[in-house]
């Protein structure tokens, strides 16, 4: 599961606001994308920042695909009146911050793990900045699509491996760790289940890995590796 957060009320010196990559929460994102004509509406919509747009973007699309992705993702529909103006949860305008490459406000802030908007010159509409989490850069589940892929492969490995709990479990009769063709028939099994996923190319390869070398009958456990 992932969660999607409302990044509320963006104030104060954007080298003052915290660090989100430094939370080690791989599993939430946290954006302060605000449609300030919509937030004009209602004064408790002034410090609030649009999260449903945020995951009704994201749920429209595969589960590898960023919400940043130019080419699929403008969010502005002028003919609804919907992102025109868009700005932050402190209420501002993008105009209002300094786009300059490497040191302005919107790189700073993605640096520090939040998801924006932001538009490219020459290129109408308004797009995410990207999908961070609240997770180190450097760590692999530093973006939410990468989350997202790896949520969705576990749900599908584990629904294909559950009709084996509390099966019949074939031991080496000299080692009594587990036969090579057992650990073939999970792993041939789990990776038949990240088939959809290969082909819609979600996932660029599959590989389920089950080590003979457990001892389940000390443990009572099975460990898979994908």
Not at 32 to 61: C, E, N, R
Not at 64 to 76: K, L, M
Not at 113 to 119: A, D, I, M
Not at 180 to 192: F, I, M, R
């Amino acid at each position: 599961m992932h969660f999607y957060l409302v990044g509320k009320e963006l104030n104060g010196a954007i080298a003052d606001v915290g660090d989100l990559r430094a939370q080690a929460s791989p599993d939430v994102t946290v954006t302060v994308a605000q449609d300030l004509d919509i937030a004009a509406l209602d004064s408790k919509f002034t410090t609030h920042a649009a999260v449903g747009t945020l995951v009704g973007v994201k749920a429209s699309q595969p589960v590898n695909i960023n919400v940043g992705y130019v080419q699929v993702n403008n969010i502005q529909d002028k003919a609804n009146g919907l992102w025109v103006n868009p700005g932050t949860s402190a209420n501002a305008a993008l105009s209002t911050y300094d786009e300059t490459p490497g040191t302005g406000d919107f790189d700073a802030l993605g640096t520090k793990g939040f998801n924006l908007l932001q538009t490219y010159t020459g290129t109408p509409g308004v797009y995410y900045n990207d999908d961070p989490t609240c997770e180190l850069a450097t760590n692999d589940f530093y973006s939410a699509s990468n989350c997202e892929v790896w949520n969705k492969a576990f749900r599908l490995v584990y629904v294909a491996l559950t009709p084996k709990v509390n099966g019949p479990v074939l031991v080496n009769a000299d080692t009594g760790q587990l036969s090579a063709s057992y650990c073939q028939d999970l792993e041939e099994t789990g990776e038949a289940a990240l088939q959809a996923m290969l082909r819609a190319g979600e996932i660029s390869g599959k590989k389920v890995t089950v080590d003979p070398n457990q001892d389940v009958n000390t443990t009572s456990e099975i460990v898979c590796s994908f």
